[in-house]
Nanobody, 120 residues
Framework: QVQLVESGGGLVQPGGSLRLSCAAS????????VAWYRQAPGKQRELVAY???????NYADSVKGRFTISRDNAKNAVYLQMNSLKPEDTAVYYC??????????????WGQGTQVTVSS
């Protein structure tokens, strides 16, 4: 059983920073792609940042230059550094991990979500 637990959300003023963490636990043989999504009230979930393999990243246009996705395979962890936050970044943020629980299996997993609120 694989679990993803997110942390690091909270209330921050415009222009501030937050660092989200996502820790994967359970049966993990290897991690493939990792990503962060977000969902604002009344809106569809959207892709924020994507890392298919270490060293390769893609970002939504709205966060380019402000957000950075990273991973630590030794810790089975994924991070999202968010700088210069804006009120429109307010949303529930979800990590998503594509991994191999065993050498012969593969699955896609979601965290429970962490609330980020940007407001003065």
């Amino acid at each position: 059983q694989v679990q993803l637990v997110e942390s690091g959300g909270g209330l921050v003023q415009p222009g501030g920073s937050l660092r989200l963490s996502c820790a994967a636990s359970g049966s993990i043989f290897s991690i493939n792609a990792v990503a962060w999504y977000r969902q604002a009230p009344g809106k569809q979930r959207e892709l924020v940042a994507y890392m298919p393999t270490p060293g390769f990243t893609n970002y939504a246009d709205s966060v380019k230059g402000r957000f950075t996705i990273s991973r630590d395979n030794a810790k089975n962890a994924v991070y999202l550094q968010m700088n210069s936050l804006k009120p429109e970044d307010t949303a529930v943020y979800y990590c998503n991990v594509d991994l191999n629980p065993t050498r012969w299996s593969r699955g896609n997993y979601w965290g429970q979500g962490t609330q980020v609120t940007v407001s003065s």
